[in-house]
């Protein structure tokens, strides 16, 4: 038997404030997205704003439905969107933010399990990582460098093999 280790580290900021300019643009265009999820169910409305390597930027928000299985999470509509609009194009940098209407929205989220399987596979797909920015509307904000650096020992393409 021998053990194994798995280290992950990301960082940890206090407010947008201390971002650079051209995160702080993307946290806030996450933030400002929000307001385009359609969130009738959970009143927790998800916002997601990547930044292609072509320059271009994609949105995404999260989209429920009365059969609540069926709803997508914002990162995958995203996801969705940008492989069909600019197909090959890696994402550099993807910021996620929600404003939760029932309740507070001052600590950072990170995606769902589904979405980090998707995420995974969008950087296989590219070769190239993506990086994460995760907040609320206000406080701490996480920078991951990474997004499959959350998803330890999984499931993908080359097991298929
Ligand atoms: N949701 C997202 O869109 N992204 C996340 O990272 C977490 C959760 C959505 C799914 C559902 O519409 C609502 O938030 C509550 O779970």
């Known amino acids: 038997m021998n053990q194994q280790e798995y280290n992950f580290s990301f960082e940890v900021f206090d407010s947008i404030d201390e971002l650079t300019k051209a995160d702080a643009a993307l946290v806030s265009e996450a933030r400002k997205v929000t307001?385009?999820?359609?969130?009738?169910?959970s009143h927790f409305n998800v916002g997601a704003v990547a930044q292609l390597k072509n320059g271009q930027t994609v949105t995404g928000t999260n989209?429920?439905?009365?059969a609540y299985p069926v709803g997508i999470c914002a990162e995958r509509v995203l996801l969705s969107s940008a492989a069909t609009l600019f197909p090959n194009i890696a994402i550099d940098t993807m910021a996620i933010s929600y404003d939760n209407k029932n309740g507070k929205s001052n600590h950072p989220i990170s995606p769902c399990g589904i979405c980090r399987q998707t995420l995974m596979e969008y950087e296989e797909r590219v070769q190239q990582p993506i990086r994460l920015i995760l907040s609320g509307l206000e406080g701490k904000i996480f920078i991951i460098k990474k997004a499959s650096q959350l998803l330890p020992l999984s499931f993908g393409g080359d097991d298929l093999k």
């Open 35 to 41: 307001a385009n999820a359609y969130a009738p169910y």
């Open 63 to 66: 989209q429920e439905n009365a």
